[in-house]
Nanobody, 115 residues
């Protein structure tokens, strides 16, 4: 099992910045992908950004140029630097990781961007 714990959510004005962090513990050997998804009520959870063990990244079009994902394999952490935040970025953000055939999720952290 892999446990993921997020931190760093909160309330920010449009144009501001936040940094989300996620720490993995448990059976963390050979974690493959780590990343962030987000979800608003009534909508499906969507990919925000993801990074694999080799450092290759993928971003949702809506956040390209504003968000940056990074990973520290030694510390088993993944972070999301979010700049120029917009009200439409408001959501619960979930940390994600995969290991072999299994997917793991954090409990979620709320990000609210006021206009």
């Amino acid at each position: 099992q892999v446990q993921l714990v997020e931190s760093g959510g909160g309330l920010v004005q449009a144009g501001g910045s936040l940094r989300l962090s996620c720490a993995a513990s448990g059976s963390i050997l050979r974690l493959n992908r780590m990343g962030w998804y987000r979800q608003v009520p009534g909508k499906q959870r969507e990919l925000v950004a993801i990074i694999n063990s080799g450092g290759n990244t993928n971003y949702a079009d809506s956040v390209k140029g504003r968000f940056t994902i990074s990973r520290d394999n030694a510390k088993n952490t993944v972070s999301l630097e979010m700049n120029n935040l917009k009200p439409e970025d408001t959501a619960v953000y979930y940390c994600y990781s995969s290991r072999f055939q299994n997917d793991y999720w954090g409990q979620g952290t709320q990000v609210t961007v006021s206009s």
